[in-house]
């Protein structure tokens, strides 16, 4: 049986096959591709800042990033400000806040039958993309950070209205996430306790427990995380045991025969990425908590990326008051990047998980790009022996409707995956 995923970025679709009444086995097919890392073979260096942020119209800041750094990493003796790093974070950090924003209202709550609260994701999105601009001087689609820094000179009137846009983001988040004050929130370690408040959050919680999928529909409960920042560290979570000593060059790519999405393996094992995974690395006491009553489950991946919200709205708030405005935006780069014969990597953690770009230069000219993004991670497709990640959260379910919901509880991105 067939089912097409959409509401999402793209398409994707689920065959699904049974045995006694139950799914055996879904095999998952992104069905077209846009060649993006073809097209970079042959341009300039610099032309992968343009036009990597349009690999994908929800994750285009985090391929800005990504890509900044990947080229920058090429060099070997490069100087960047630490007004800059603050800057490049605050924007990525607002652009996973929205995705949250987005995925919940319009994937998670229509999904329980609240097509009514859509509208709610326009007013925090606007004011994420607001704080954006503010700094890359346009949402989406920014190309302001390039190799040496970022191109815009902030002043304190901007540091003003950023925070005015994180402080009403933050109250939208009181006002219908979880109708509590924001301190109360961040400092929840009971995830049982979440359940007794009022809000949007704690009502899809509530319906969650009540569709009996927290003892089945579970995967791996194996997690990585690649991207680093002031809040995020890398690591591997194996069944709640944190290991930080990680490394790039045990991730692997794998051709799956029906669909134009590789899939992607650490030490030859499947792993989870995102919130879920961000959470259990960063031992955040709520999710952990979560965990360890409900374990890989759809419960705790829901709970993870919201509540990553308010962690990034708090954590921001911090990162805007470390802006020293007399610091350069941008340090020229020691050698002319058409000189440069190179390689370099980045790892950054966009809304769905770690995103890895890889590029080779020759006389500044980019030889091989490669991107790995979140959703060849989570939702790419294994064999029946050893199923993919989402694959392994479906088998065993009973109904199509709850292996969708499954499905969307990781996420899902056809166009960055099909590049």
């Given at each position: 049986?067939?089912?097409?995923i ?34 970079l ?17 929800i ?7 990504a890509?900044?750094q ?6 070997e ?10 800057m490049?974070?605050?924007?990525l ?32 999105t606007?004011?994420?993309?607001k704080?954006?601009?503010i700094?890359g ?5 920014t ?8 191109v815009?000179?902030i ?8 925070d005015n ?5 933050l ?12 301190k ?14 009022e809000?949007?959050?704690p009502?899809?919680?509530?319906e ?10 579970k ?5 990585i ?12 979570s ?8 990680i490394?790039l060059e ?9 669909s ?9 094992k499947y ?16 999710i952990?908590?979560?965990?360890k ?6 419960f ?6 919201v509540?990553e919200?308010?962690?990034?709205l ?16 941008y ?13 370099g ?10 995103l ?9 000219i ?17 064999s ?14 009973g ?18 995956t099909?590049?």
């Amino acid at each position: 049986m067939i089912k097409l995923i959409e509401k999402i970025e793209g398409e994707a679709k689920l065959d699904f096959s049974f045995k006694d009444g139950k799914i055996d086995f879904v095999d998952v097919k992104f069905m077209s591709t846009r060649n993006i890392e073809n097209i970079l073979k042959g341009k300039r260096a610099f032309d992968a800042l343009v036009i990597n942020p349009r690999v994908c119209g929800i994750c285009g800041h985090a391929h800005l990033i990504a890509t900044v750094q990947a080229l920058e990493s090429c060099y070997e003796d490069l100087e960047l400000s630490n007004k800059a790093k603050i800057m490049r974070e605050l924007t990525l950090n607002f652009e996973l806040i929205q995705n949250h924003f987005k995925w919940f209202y319009l994937t998670i709550l229509p999904f329980f039958g609240h097509s009514q609260q859509i509208l709610k994701a326009t007013y925090p999105t606007q004011l994420m993309g607001k704080a954006i601009a503010i700094f890359g001087g346009q949402y989406p689609h920014t190309s302001y950070a390039i190799v040496g820094g970022v191109v815009c000179e902030i002043t304190q009137m901007d540091i003003v209205k950023c925070d005015n846009y994180i402080s009403q983001t933050l109250k939208f988040v009181e006002d219908n996430i979880v109708k509590v004050d924001a301190k109360t929130l961040l400092e929840a370690t009971n995830s049982d306790l979440l359940l007794e408040y009022e809000g949007d959050l704690p009502n899809i919680l509530r319906e969650i427990k009540k569709e009996d999928v927290l003892k089945d529909a579970k995967s791996y409960d194996r997690f990585i995380a690649f991207g680093e920042s002031s809040f995020f560290k890398k690591g591997k979570s194996l069944k709640a045991k944190v290991s930080h000593k990680i490394s790039l060059e045990d991730v692997k790519e794998s051709e799956v025969p029906s669909s134009f999405a590789k899939n992607v393996s650490y030490k030859d094992k499947y792993y989870e990425v995102g919130p879920l995974a961000r959470a259990m690395i960063n031992k955040t006491p709520l999710i952990v908590d979560a965990h360890k009553k409900h374990g890989d489950s759809v419960f705790s991946r829901v709970l993870a990326r919201v509540y990553e919200i308010s962690t990034l709205l708090n954590h921001s708030k911090i990162l805007l008051k470390n802006l020293d405005l007399a610091e350069p935006s941008y340090i020229e780069p020691p050698l002319d990047i058409s000189k440069l014969n190179s390689s370099g990597f980045s790892a950054v953690e966009a809304a769905r998980g770690t995103l890895i770009h890889k590029v080779e230069i020759k006389d500044g000219i980019i030889k091989n790009y490669e991107i790995i993004t979140p959703t060849q991670w989570n939702l790419s497709g294994g064999s029946r022996e050893k199923p993919g990640v989402s694959q392994k959260a479906m088998v065993g379910l009973g109904d199509i409707k709850t292996a969708e919901l499954v499905f969307k509880s990781f996420d899902v991105c056809s166009v960055c995956t099909t590049h």
